[in-house]
């Protein structure tokens, strides 16, 4: 039995404000990629601002730099994570990011494990961003590219071969 699901944030720094008619290319995706992760398989939950007319959690600026953009969610595991940035159309939205985001030199994406049902804050996934930034790849905040399974032993895995569906 399953005791833990995968939380995720990815951040990324708007060069341009979300109601810019050179963001187009991102905001008009947002509802569609937000409602195929709704239906991917394994997918739990993603924040979601619900006073907001941008979709998900895209108005939300839990950083100090107004032009960071967060996006965080729970999935089942790793594997149903990686299908959904890899092997969706969400491949497509991440082909257009250097025209709509700057290069960040810290990590853009964290992941960590929580108990079922447990619904991370956005502080939480602060100092697992934080945590990966400052001391790399650990049981308690990684990345798909040293991945660790629930009981803290590295994940031995190849990811699948990249491909927009």
């Not at 833990?4 to 990324?12: F, K, M, V």
């Not at 050179?22 to 939950?45: E, H, K, P, Q, Y």
């Not at 960071?68 to 991440?94: A, P």
């Amino acid at each position: 039995m399953r005791g833990y699901d995968l939380a995720e944030l990815n951040i990324a720094e708007a060069i341009y404000p979300m109601d810019d008619v050179r963001m187009d290319g991102f905001t008009s995706r947002i509802d569609a990629v937000n409602a195929l992760a709704d239906r991917a398989d394994g997918f739990v939950w993603r924040l979601i601002d619900d006073n907001s007319e941008l979709g998900g959690a895209l108005s939300l600026r839990p950083f100090p730099n107004p032009n960071m953009l967060v996006n965080m969610s729970v999935w089942q595991d790793v594997q149903s994570l990686y299908d959904f940035v890899y092997k969706t159309v969400h491949t497509k939205v991440m082909d257009g990011k250097p025209a709509w985001f700057s290069h960040l030199k810290s990590h853009s994406t964290v992941m960590w494990w929580v108990p079922i049902g447990h619904v991370p804050s956005l502080e939480e996934a602060k100092e697992k961003l934080a945590l990966l930034d400052n001391i790399g790849p650990s049981k308690d905040a990684f990345s798909f590219e040293q991945a660790f399974t629930a009981n803290a032993k590295p994940l031995i895995w190849t990811a699948p071969e990249k491909d927009c569906a």
